[in-house]
């Protein structure tokens, strides 16, 4: 089994700054791509940010220029740098990987950790 466990959300001011980690353990052989996704109450999860195995990255439009996604193999750990935050960037930050435990490969989710932009 794996487990992705997420630490970092909190309270902060607009135009202030957050960072995310997420640290995948258990039965791994390897990661390929780790996410970070939001959801908020009576929406759909959305995709904020990916990066594969080779640290290619992916930014939803709504913020690229704001967000950073980077990650550690050594320690299975994903990140998000997120500054000049917004309101709207409130919501339930989940990060989720594809990991493979050297016979199968499935998708992981963390529990999730709440952010919250607000003066």
């Known amino acids: 089994q794996v487990q992705l466990v997420e630490s970092g959300g909190g309270l902060v001011q607009p135009g202030g700054s957050l960072r995310l980690s997420c640290a995948a353990s258990?039965?791994?052989?390897?990661?390929?791509?780790m996410s970070w996704h939001r959801q908020v109450p009576g929406k759909q999860r959305e995709l904020v940010a990916s990066i594969s195995s080779g640290e290619s990255t992916n930014y939803a439009d709504s913020v690229k220029g704001r967000f950073t996604i980077s990650r550690d193999n050594a320690k299975n750990t994903v990140y998000l740098q997120m500054n000049l935050l917004k309101p709207e960037d409130s919501a339930v930050y989940y990060c989720?990987?594809?990991?493979?435990?050297?016979?199968?490969?499935?998708?992981?989710w963390g529990q999730g950790t709440q952010v919250t932009v607000s003066s």
């Open positions: 989720n990987a594809i990991v493979h435990n050297g016979r199968y490969t499935g998708s992981y």
């Open positions: 258990g039965s791994i052989f390897s990661i390929n791509a």
